[in-house]
């Protein structure tokens, strides 16, 4: 059974940076990708970011490149969302997600809010 772990939600003014981190556990993959869904009040669950298993290739969103940058650590099966220059549009419960042989799994959500 896969576990994701994920930490590091919280409350910033605009602005303000935050970091995420996902810890997957649980099932030994010969190759991953990960990444971070949002979704904030009232609306769907969005892409925001995705790193490839190599790390040499990574995603994002339109509305947050430049922004936010995506990494991981595959020693430590974890990967990392930096959130900076945050703005109110940006508040919303993120989901650190593993995605694996056409299959995918999802963390806990973790809730940002940034305030004007």
């Known amino acids: 059974q896969v576990q994701l772990v994920a930490a590091g939600g919280g409350r910033v003014q605009a602005g303000g940076s935050l970091r995420h981190s996902c810890v997957a556990s649980g099932r030994a993959f010969r190759s991953y990708a990960m990444g971070w869904f949002g979704q904030a009040p009232g609306k769907e669950r969005e892409f925001v970011a995705r790193?490839?298993?190599?790390?040499?290739?990574?995603y994002y969103a339109d509305s947050v490149k430049g922004r936010f940058t995506i990494s991981r650590d595959k020693a430590k099966n974890t990967v990392y969302l930096q959130m900076s220059s945050l703005n109110v549009e940006d508040t919303a419960v993120y989901y650190c997600?593993?995605?694996?042989?056409?299959?995918?799994?999802w963390g806990q959500g973790t809730q940002v809010t940034v305030s004007s």
């Open positions: 790193i490839t298993w190599s790390g040499a290739s990574t």
């Open positions: 997600y593993l995605e694996s042989s056409g299959q995918s799994y």
